[in-house]
């Protein structure tokens, strides 16, 4: 057998291979930091008032989560951001949102958060020049029937505590956006720090019995069959978060006020409002949900939210941490067919699941909210949850107290 010798390479030929390598390795890191530094983003946060006149009178639209404050903060915000639409600039807008309107000098403000994403490379005195340009000089074009006085365009720079701060007290606003996705809370998904900040969970002697939902810092609601026997204020407690153990916080129960006109074992009229021992202090984990007007329309087939700490299945066991379902609004009509609920289904209520069961709340979840948003992705309480037949059966979707139809009742009972 004969075997070959092999060649050995020229040590200037493995130089050179080495030196080519480490040129081309720096080559391409130096193009994948330029790439990174080069598209890495910066957020910029603004606070704006916006001096104005329209078809409408203030007191039209100056009350928050009305329906005419919703559809003028809508077109106020879609007009800033057509005006940013051709931004010069290397970013973008991201979030322009109305947090109120005010009467100054005989006219109107609007006081909008701007919230831009901003490439590093971009100088930040120029990025600010741009900014107020283009809110003094574009606004004309795209103003419409919307007359904004734009030498009186305001505009400030704001830090992210500030911005929190703002969007806090804003009702219905939310940091991040759950998965279309989610199942049902029987088998569901969990839920994000700061997904539903309006979440709490009622305690009767430190154990959970029930949901409930922010409406502001000193006010709950949540369903009057979870006090029916349970009367005694001084032994429920109230906390907010993720999580029951431990909770973000923990306050007590001052006063509950139940439905005059629910009686059990009916469930009509199945509200109840508590009012907290010490105001709670908002935060990105813990604000309230919008009350919607007694006339808005959730509309049938829309797609809403049901959270809450309950069991998982029938007899199951209760969750230390809150979970979510989307389920779609059924309804009155279809939810009274005979294989339904034949009927049981009065003005006070209202259907939210799947007809082909699987998406539904369960026990555990009683008290807690069924929300939906608008088109500036605010979100507004449909209803609290109430009842079912079992949980998450075929043709068997889950009954809540229809808000709108209390509407007038909270206000009364609490100035809301």
């Known amino acids: 057998m004969r075997i070959s010798k092999g060649r050995c390479l020229e040590p200037w030929v493995i130089g050179l291979i080495t030196c080519v390598s480490l040129i081309a390795m720096s080559v391409c890191i130096g193009l994948t930091v330029h790439y990174v530094r080069y598209n890495q983003r910066n957020t910029y946060n603004y606070y704006s008032t916006l001096p104005f006149t329209s078809d409408k009178l203030y007191a039209e639209f100056g009350r928050e989560a009305s329906k005419n404050f919703t559809e003028m903060s809508h077109r106020i915000e879609s007009m800033v951001k057509n005006a940013f639409s051709g931004f010069p600039l290397q970013g973008e807008l991201v979030k322009a949102h109305i947090i109120k309107f005010s009467e100054e000098n005989g006219g109107v403000l609007a006081h909008m958060l701007l919230i831009f994403r901003i ?214 009509k279809t939810c009274n067919q005979p294989e339904v609920y034949n009927g049981a289904i009065t003005p006070t209520m209202l259907c939210a699941g799947s007809l082909e069961g699987k998406r539904d709340s369960c026990q555990g979840d009683s008290g807690g909210p069924l929300v939906g948003s608008d088109a500036r992705d605010v979100w507004y309480l449909a209803g609290i949850v109430s009842w079912g037949d079992n949980c998450a059966l075929p043709n068997k979707p889950g009954v809540y107290a229809r808000v709108t139809a209390l509407r007038d009742w909270i206000t009364e009972h609490c100035g809301i």
């Open 119 to 332: 490439r590093s490379t971009e100088d930040p005195g120029n990025v600010n020049k741009i900014i107020e340009y283009t809110l003094h000089e574009k606004l004309r074009d795209v103003s419409g029937s919307l007359q904004v006085e734009r030498d009186s365009v305001e505009i400030k720079k704001i830090n992210k505590t500030e911005t929190d701060k703002y969007f806090n007290d804003c009702c219905g606003t939310r940091r991040s956006k759950s998965s279309n996705e989610s199942l049902r809370i029987v088998g569901g998904t969990k839920v994000e720090e700061g997904e539903w900040p309006w979440q709490a969970s009622l305690q009767w002697d430190d154990a959970h019995r029930c949901g409930a939902v922010v409406i502001s810092n000193t006010w709950l609601l949540s369903a009057a069959h979870c006090f029916r026997i349970h009367k005694d204020a001084n032994r429920w407690t109230a906390s907010f978060g993720i999580t029951i153990y431990p909770p973000t916080m923990k306050t007590g129960i001052q006063r509950i006020i139940v439905h005059e006109k629910y009686h059990y074992p009916s469930h009509e009229y199945d509200i109840a409002l508590l009012e907290l021992a010490k105001p709670i202090v908002y935060t990105n984990e813990v604000h309230r949900v919008c009350l919607p007007d007694a006339n808005h329309e959730f509309q049938p087939g829309q797609e809403l939210f049901v959270t809450g700490f309950g069991v998982q299945h029938k007899h199951g066991y209760l969750q230390n941490r809150l979970w979510q379902v989307q389920v779609e609004l059924i309804d009155t």
